[in-house]
């Protein structure tokens, strides 16, 4: 083989090659596109609805929190409304979770985990309210007397 062969062959093979590794870097490209946009479309979503979830969750908190500490009927009523209120809000936001934004079966797993201890948590809570009324009542027949 001689030089002029030698040359004319390595310059053939320059293009080839910018060719293949511009098909790969394509390629990889296209799949960077579909991972973004999946995280966009869908993970963007998610994120939001967990920190409406969130919201929820922590005012139905602060409404048993200032059941339990309210000092007046009106103030019990109140937060015992927003607590309801807050309650349905969340059960609304896990069934739209759950219908359109779980990604994979460990987010179901999780999503269903969160759900069985928000019912636990939120059985506690109604038995405090029960408590606290009863405490209510209590007093009130106290006074009475």
């Known amino acids: 083989m001689t030089i002029a062969r030698r040359i004319v062959l390595l310059a053939g093979a320059v293009p ?21 946009r999946f995280v966009s479309d869908m993970q963007v979503a998610s994120l939001s609805a967990l920190g409406k979830i969130s919201g929820a969750f ?10 339990v500490l309210a000092a007046d009927a009106a103030g019990r009523a109140r937060s015992r409304r927003t607590f309801t209120s807050r309650r349905a809000e969340l059960d609304e936001l896990l069934r739209q979770y759950a219908d359109s934004l779980v990604s994979d079966d ?3 797993r ?3 985990e969160f759900r069985v ?7 506690t809570a ?9 405490e209510l009542e209590r007093d ?3 006074r009475v007397l």
């Open 106 to 108: 460990r987010d179901r």
């Open 117 to 123: 201890s928000n019912a636990e948590w939120t059985d």
């Open 140 to 142: 009130d027949d106290a």
């Open 126 to 134: 109604l038995e405090i309210y029960e408590r606290a009324y009863e």
């Open 58 to 67: 922590e005012e139905m908190r602060v409404a048993l929190r200032d059941h």
């Open 16 to 36: 080839l090659v910018l060719v293949a590794l511009g098909v790969l870097n394509h390629g990889e490209l296209a799949r960077i596109e579909s991972r973004s």
């Open 110 to 112: 999780l999503l269903d």
